[in-house]
């Protein structure tokens, strides 16, 4: 894939295919493989602090409100894992490129085996249900995400692809919230600590599942912004 900081990648014209809380998500016009991450407009790091009150711009610099920053940060840090299971729940990084819309953090794009991007969890769950085969996928990725403790801000439906493969299961890949914003990250000081605040992460993923499932039920449709565009 090129990388060439003098040229820059153009997204002019082109429609992103999800948008996060900060950042707008492309495929990447040269390879359909990799998505492109960049700051929507108005959202920039710099312009999310200045966004704060004033009494609340002193506890952090500007590079914490970057979400690439900390998704590269933790991304490349478990290339050092060799870990191969890691990339069944991660998206592997491929680093940074200059865009006309601001630097942009290239990533693997998870698609379904029909070559469709893959919805995330909310939309999959409205679409399809909690099934057996989502329960699966639920149940492999909590056992993985404990083990591994990797540090997260959220695991918000949203933020976990749900891609459908050949056999007809589902692999959970987390897109978005890695990375942390505590003053005090204390998960991290110790595996013990940190599978405790993943174990409380999952609970809270299992208890967002339920709520959408009698959401569903009751047919009180989540907002359309949590839905891809390209589908």
């Not at 991304?75 to 491929?94: F, G, I, Y």
């Not at 995330?120 to 099934?131: I, V």
């Not at 409380?200 to 993923?205: G, N």
Request: proline letters at 5%; a positive charge.
């Amino acid at each position: 894939m090129p990388n060439n900081p003098i040229k820059r990648l153009v997204l002019a014209g082109l429609e992103p295919f999800a948008h996060g809380g900060g950042r707008d998500c492309y495929v990447h016009p040269l390879d359909s493989a990799l998505c492109v991450k960049v700051a929507r407009e108005g959202r920039s790091p710099q312009e999310r602090r200045q966004q704060l009150a004033w009494w609340k711009r002193w506890r952090k610099p500007a590079e914490k409100y970057d979400d690439s920053l900390r998704d590269f940060r933790i991304l490349k840090a478990l290339e050092s894992d060799n870990d191969p299971a890691t990339w069944q729940h991660v998206p592997r990084c491929m680093g940074w490129v200059e865009t006309d819309h601001g630097r942009g953090l290239v990533t693997e794009l998870v698609r379904d085996a029909d070559g469709l991007i893959s919805r995330n969890l909310l939309e999959y769950l409205w679409t399809h249900g909690y099934d057996d085969r989502v329960q699966a996928a639920v149940d492999e990725f909590a056992r993985f995400w404990e083990r591994k403790s990797i540090p997260t801000r959220s695991l918000f439906l949203d933020n976990i692809a749900a891609q459908v493969r050949p056999d007809g299961t589902l692999r959970l890949v987390v897109i978005d919230g890695l990375g942390n914003t505590l003053l005090i990250p204390w998960y991290t000081w110790s595996k013990t600590l940190g599978r405790l605040w993943a174990r409380r992460k999952l609970q809270q993923l299992r208890r967002d599942i339920a709520a959408l499932v009698e959401r569903r039920r009751t047919q009180a449709a989540p907002g359309k912004e949590t839905f891809l565009r390209s589908r």
